[in-house]
C-alpha cells in the first residue's frame, strides 16, 4: 500500500521558516514526478512546487510565483524523503500542505493536482503577522 506521510508543519511568525518532509513508502518514487500543493479555507487546491527526475541524479524543480525565491524543494532518495524548505513566509502561505507524487516522470501539466495519483493527509502551516 501506497503511503505519503507529511510532517513539518506549525505555527510560525511571519518572516519565519519551516521545513516540510514528505515520506514515502509501499514503493519507490525516485524516478516519479512528486510535488507540493496547498489549500486555504474557502480556496482551491494550490501548485506549490514540484521536483521530476531527467536522468542519473539530474532533477528539476517547478515553483508557482508565490514560491519562487522563497522555497525550495528538493528529494532525498536513499530516504524516500521529499523536502519543502520553506522560508521568510508571510500569512498568505497559511494553508494545508499536501504532498503528491504521480506514477510516471512526465511533466506534463505539472501544476494540475488531478494528474497526481497518490496524496498525502496534508500538514497545517500557519504563519501570523
Known amino acids: 500500500q501506497v503511503q505519503l506521510v507529511e510532517s513539518g508543519g506549525g505555527l510560525v511568525q511571519a518572516g519565519g521558516s519551516l521545513r516540510l518532509s514528505c515520506a514515502a513508502s509501499g514503493r519507490t518514487f525516485s524516478s516519479a514526478t512528486m510535488g507540493w500543493f496547498r489549500q486555504a479555507p474557502g480556496k482551491e487546491r494550490q501548485f506549490v512546487a514540484a521536483i521530476s527526475w531527467s536522468s542519473g541524479t539530474t532533477y528539476y524543480a517547478y515553483y508557482a510565483d508565490s514560491a519562487k525565491g522563497r522555497f525550495t524543494i528538493s528529494k532525498d532518495n536513499a530516504k524516500d524523503t521529499m523536502y519543502l524548505q520553506m522560508n521568510s513566509l508571510k500569512p498568505e502561505d497559511t494553508a494545508v500542505y499536501y504532498c503528491?507524487?504521480?506514477?510516471?516522470?512526465?511533466?506534463?501539466?505539472?501544476?494540475?493536482?488531478?494528474?497526481?495519483?497518490?496524496w498525502g493527509q496534508g500538514t497545517q502551516v500557519t504563519v501570523s503577522s
Open positions: 503528491a507524487a504521480r506514477n510516471a516522470r512526465n511533466i506534463i501539466a505539472i501544476m494540475n493536482p488531478t494528474l497526481y495519483d497518490y
